[in-house]
């Protein structure tokens, strides 16, 4: 009986989906309340949508401070970071973030692998 579990747990882990932690960095975007996005030199990740989709771990998105954030909407806008996440590469979503830093405007500006940011 010993066997069989540990072949039934043996078969479980190799058939269900690694989550992998990533770090990704690139524009974080707020453009207006409960809609997030991170674009990265491969994608814009939905991180959040208002009244739909949210990543678990919103709470470690990281803060921007006065200097590292661009105002376009309100109290809305955008700045640079990079976000450990885990991430569902097909609907080009951010799962879940585990954590993140806030990064000076000019490291974005200046990286030739990002787009230029859309206001």
Request: overall charge negative.
């Amino acid at each position: 009986m010993q066997k069989i579990g540990w072949v039934l747990l043996a078969f479980i882990s190799t058939t269900l989906p690694a989550t992998a932690t990533e770090l990704r960095c690139g524009w974080l975007k707020n453009p207006t309340p409960a809609n997030w996005l991170l674009t990265d030199r491969d994608a814009t990740w939905t991180i959040g949508a208002q009244g739909g989709y949210q990543a678990q771990g919103m709470e470690n998105i990281p803060s921007l401070s006065a200097e590292q954030f661009v105002r376009t909407n309100g109290y809305y806008g955008y700045g640079c970071a990079c976000l450990e996440v885990v991430t569902d590469s097909e609907r080009q979503r951010i799962v879940r973030i585990e954590g993140g830093e806030a990064l000076e405007l000019s490291v974005c500006s200046t990286d030739p692998d990002l787009p230029a940011v859309r206001r």
